[in-house]
């Protein structure tokens, strides 16, 4: 018995994260706020942890390199440049969203 409940609790306590890398898209409109910031790349709709929604892509202001990621995406936004992200694990409103985890750029 005592086995049973060890294995049951290593079962739970895994946290799998797919994370994985999305097409490459433009930045076409960004949604900012106190508790996140979230862009929508035209035509990419890459999941890999099975997040509620790929309307968005989404960075939290408590997360490492926040000002960074925040700052890159905003130049790309306004410059027009093409972005792909690694994402990993889900964020943004209601955590129902891809997570940005770092961005590329071209």
């Known amino acids: 018995m005592k ?15 797919a994370s994985g890398i999305t097409a490459t898209g433009k930045i076409d409109h960004m949604y900012v706020n106190n508790e996140w910031s979230m862009v929508h790349l035209t035509g990419v ?26 700052s890159t995406l905003l130049a790309a936004h306004l410059s027009g440049k093409s972005v792909k992200f690694w994402v990993n694990g889900c964020g943004g409103q209601n955590n129902q969203y891809p997570r940005i985890v770092s961005v590329w750029m071209y």
């Open 3 to 17: 086995q049973l409940y060890i294995f049951l609790l290593a079962a739970f306590s895994l946290t799998a994260f």
């Open 45 to 70: 709709q890459s999941n890999p942890d099975n997040c509620q929604s790929t309307a968005y892509y989404a960075i939290r202001p408590g997360e490492k390199n926040y000002e960074v990621l925040h």
